[in-house]
């Protein structure tokens, strides 16, 4: 990419007095016509690059120049390489080679303030992160099985846009060609993905809307009121943004949420410390779940 090669220009610069647009071209694999744009555009970002032509000549930035100084001030500095821990911490190869040359430059070491572990404790989902970096970096078509919210198996083949952390699971954002439309995928339900070697033409397509985002679903949302007990404290922390607590210590919680096997099945996992206080109906559906759960273990 372009950024990392006028870093990695400027780094070369600062090592050697001198050094020629062909060396240059050869070690970037780019034409010599490409390296003398990316000295413009040093140049044109304040960088005193210059060329001098004939036998002994090449491209050199002026004496005593010093990065830190001449572009970017002490807070900057630390702006850009925590900016770039934080690319290291999800194992992007390039910024952390990029990581490594600023350091050198800016004379500083980067506290690793940030680390990323996309797989779970299992360690089962480590290698879907790596397939789909690939994929969209490369641009490269991926399929997979999904398991919908419905249950239905599918098989997609997809263009994949970008990776997606949204309300504590991962998402990948994909133009699906067998709908013809953007669509999310919750990497938790994939299966089987196969990172293939057919490459596709970069769409523009992060803003488009999006079919499976939750507004587009037929499910009618419904207001919960529920009582959840002092045991439970720590998961009304870690699942919802609020709750009203009470003398006994439990916690009430209003939610709006569509209404589906996911939310009975999300209630249902806390045990006898919840109780729905609303809606009415919902309690005897709880209730008549619980039944059959029971029914299971009666010898």
Known sequence: MQMNRLFEIIYILLSKETVTAKELSERFGVSSRTIYRDIDTLSLAGIPVYTERG??????LLPNFVLNKSLLNEQEQNEVLSALQGLAAVKTDEADSVLQKLSVIFNKNSPPWLEVDFSDWSNSHSGIFYDFK???????IIQFDYYSTF???THRRVEPLQLWFKSRSWYIKAYCLAKQSVRIFRLSRIRNQILTDEHFAERDLLKTSIDDSPSQHTRQDVKLILKIAPEMTYRVFDDFLDGEKQEDGSHIVSVNWPEDDWVYGFILSFGEYIEVLEPEYMRKIIREKAQKISEKYIN
């Open 55 to 60: 036998k002994g000549g090449g491209i050199s």
């Open 134 to 140: 690939i994929a969209i970096i490369e641009r490269r």
């Open 151 to 153: 249950g239905e198996k």
